[in-house]
């Protein structure tokens, strides 16, 4: 089984293309763009060619052979 990275989102869910660019899965929106249509992508194991599919703490992402999990940020107003 491959491992998977926790990436850190600041709120409580971040859309697909911000996060793969977060992630270092692809350079440019219009790259997010192109593999997700394109359905190189999948969210918790299902292809998504939803650009806008919000993304919450759990969410798995998978792109290329790279596997990255959502994980939501600590700074959501607790200290």
Do not use: P, Y
Request: charged share 30%.
């Amino acid at each position: 089984m491959e491992s998977v990275d926790d990436v850190e989102i600041r709120d409580e869910s971040i859309r697909l293309g911000q996060f793969l660019k977060l992630a270092n899965l692809i350079d440019t929106g219009a790259d997010a763009k192109l593999v997700i249509a394109d359905g190189l992508v999948t969210v918790n194991d299902a292809v998504e060619v939803r650009r806008g599919r919000q993304l919450r703490d759990g969410d798995v992402v998978e792109l290329g052979g790279i596997t990255v999990r959502v994980k939501a940020g600590a700074n959501n107003g607790e200290h």
